[in-house]
Structure formats: structure tokens, C-alpha cells
């Protein structure tokens, strides 16, 4: 099956975490994916959190698969002059260095622009250009504080909390990729190439939309009345931890299900949503709250909306998380049980279908990563094991036109 991306050639000068998740998407798409990395060392993440003495750690191998690897230092006037000819006939150089780190190595935008016109460069940051804070090395909580995403998660009794799901790095790297994928229909309409641009803040802030949202709803009425502090606590002028409340026009929350008291996950998330109200009365088994004025609308219910939700926690106490959504399920009620990574990682659908997979890895064995969560009719990715450090070093210098004998001199100088 041919893929989409077959024939755009990637310069993947990329580390961490925000970078990678880009060009490793691009690279299951079909684009040949040509990860530059420092010689010896290479991304950090090969030796981070190591869970097998010497081989890459999985932190690497989970945003690493299908490129290839090639060993450059950047800095010596040979690797400069290989990633020279490698800009020329590349059509995306993709980055995720601190700010300033690619002008200093000599690879200004106007540079790469007069190398090769046609040349998409993007890059992520923690800040947008110009920002007061533009300056600044960014991790992933740091721009879920910057991005709005840690003051108004977690509960109003605790401290601004950060979420295991990475709205910093892998949200800005796929935000990144729409940005070259339309970068790359535009030199196809105009011939050039172009800077792309995407901040982690940036990233973080798109996904708290609702929590703007939220803001400016406050700033008009005083309250808000999905939130738990509605209408028994106290609002002051801004947005407020709303624990596992709902984010949007229906209340839901976490229950407590059978088994709840030693398994941490035996929970389930259950949504009130206005028009399902009758049938979540019927699968409770409380068909007197139908037409009951104190239950019948949204509105009646708010004020005791954890008192409806610990009746449902007693209907749930004799049932699993899964036969309460496998009952739930049949009265058209939007729920789900809590996974564990551990479920997940055993859940049949989701090897069925691809999202977790398991790739073979020439060090490590097989390991289980995330397969693409994108589902296309004419294309199912093949997730390949992550390449190892400098795997592909000769072939790609061979590919760019370098002896037997230059490759072994730029060896023997280190500079790759
Ligand atoms: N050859 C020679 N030098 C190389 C090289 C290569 N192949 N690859 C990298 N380097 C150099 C860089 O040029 C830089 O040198 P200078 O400091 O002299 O300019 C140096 O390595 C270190 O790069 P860095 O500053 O990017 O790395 P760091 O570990 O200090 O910082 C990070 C890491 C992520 C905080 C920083 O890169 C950053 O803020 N990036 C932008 C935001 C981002 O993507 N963060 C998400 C990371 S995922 O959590």
C-alpha cells in the first residue's frame, strides 16, 4: 500500500518529547524520517528512565518509531557541511531546540531559506516569538501552568495540578504536524517553503479553550453553575478547580463502584446529560424522580446533584465498573469505566484496532507503544521499532553522495 507522505524527506532535529511525537506521526504517514542526533549521546530520552541496563529506554522507543537515525555533530565544519547538503534536498527540517540553539549552531531561518527555498522549517517552543517569556527552556508542566490547563485542574481544596496526558509536548508535536502538512499544501500552490511555528503554552491554551470560556462567563454572571462550588460554595474572580465536574452543559462525576475500597480504578465516569434523564432514572431503578419537580430539569437538580450522585454510587456498589457500563450502556447513557494503563495495554479492541501495539526492537525485544489513533480507509500505518543510535549513518551519507572514504573520515573526526 503506498502512503501519503512517500517522497517527503524530514530532517528530524528533534529531542524530548514535543519534537519526536510530531515527526514520528509524520513518519507513519510515510515520510522518510532522518533523526539527527549528537554522536555518542544522541537524544536524551535513549538513556532516560532506563528499564534495561544499555538499551534505549522506552521513552525513546515509544517516539521514535519508523525514522531512521543518523549520527551528526552540528557543530564541527563537516557536520555542518552533511547537514548542508542534507537541507538541500530535504523538504522539512522539524526542531525543538531551546530558543535561540539552532541560530547559534549557524542554521538562522534565512539561512535555511537561501540553502533551500523550498524548505519547511518548524519548530516548537515553549513561548511564541515574542513573548515576555520567549526566553525560556519549557518542560511539559511548565507550560501546563503557563497554558491555563494547572489552575483549573485538580479540586478546589488542593493545589494547581498537572494531567498525566501530555497537553505540553505531544499536543504541541501534533499541533506541529497540522502546521507542516498545511505548510506543505501551500508549497505546492506557491513553490516556497516557510517558517511554521508552535508554541507549548500556545498548545495548552487551545485545548483550555472551555476554561475561557468559563472565565468570561464568571466575569459576567458571578458564577458557574456546573461547577460543584454551584450553588452551596463560594466563586471568587476566577476559574476554580472543578475536580472530575463535567466540563460541559451535562454534570457528571467519578462513582465509586464494586471493589472500590482496594482497587484504586473501580470507578466509573457517569454523565447526567439533560435528555437522557428519563432512562437514567429506569436503569436506576427510580422512575418516581421522572415527573418529580425536585428532579424533572437541570436546573431542579443542580442543588443536589451529589446527593443524586451518591444514590447512584449505592446502585453501583454491587456492580463491577464493567456490568454497571454494560447496563448503563443499554439505556443510551454516556459513561465508562476508569482504566488502568494496565487494562489498556490488554484491551483487545485496542490491538485490534492498532492504537497499542507491539513492535520489535533489535535491543530490547518487543515492546508495546501507541499505534496511530488516526484511522484512514486507504492506509493502515505500520509501526516499525525505533531505529538505534546512528543506525543508519553510511546508508544516509551514501545517500547523499560521500565515498566509502570520506564516510570513514568523517568518522574517525567524530563528526558523526
Ligand atoms: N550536534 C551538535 N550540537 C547539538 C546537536 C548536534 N547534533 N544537537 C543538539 N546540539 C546542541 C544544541 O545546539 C545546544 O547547544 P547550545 O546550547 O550551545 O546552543 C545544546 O545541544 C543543547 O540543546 P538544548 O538547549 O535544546 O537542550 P537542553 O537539554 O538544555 O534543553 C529543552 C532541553 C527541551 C528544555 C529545550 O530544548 C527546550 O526548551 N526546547 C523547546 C521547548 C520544547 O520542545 N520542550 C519540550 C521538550 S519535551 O518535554
Known sequence: MSKPLEGIKIIDFTHVQAGPACTQLLAWFGADVIKVERPGSGDVTRSQLRDIPDADALYFTMLNSNKRSLTLDTKTPEGKEVLEKLVKESDVLVENFAPGALDRMGFTWERLNELNPKLIVASVKGFSDGHHYDDLKVYENVAQCAGGAASTT?????????????????????????????????????????KVAVSMQDSVINLCRVKLRDQQRLDRVGYLEEYPQYPHGEFTDVVPRGGNAGGGGQPGWVLKCKGWETDPNAYIYFTIQGHAWEPICRALGKPEWISDPNYATAQARQPHIFDIFATIEEWLADKTKYEAVDILRKFDIP????????????????????????????????????????????LKPEITGSPLLGEHTDEILAELGYSKDQIAHLHAARSV
Open 335 to 378: 459513561c465508562a469505566p476508569v482504566l488502568s494503563m494496565k487494562e489498556i495495554a490488554n484491551d483487545p479492541s485496542l490491538r485490534a484496532s492498532g492504537t497499542i501495539v507491539e513492535v520489535p526492537h533489535k535491543e530490547r525485544g518487543s515492546y508495546l507503544t501507541v499505534g496511530s489513533p488516526i484511522k484512514f480507509s486507504g
Open 154 to 194: 485538580g479540586f478546589w481544596d488542593g493545589p494547581p495540578t498537572v494531567s498525566a496526558a501530555a497537553l505540553g509536548d505531544s499536543n504541541t508535536g501534533m499541533h506541529l504536524a497540522i502546521g507542516i502538512l498545511t505548510a506543505l499544501i501551500g508549497r505546492g500552490q506557491t513553490g516556497r517553503g516557510q
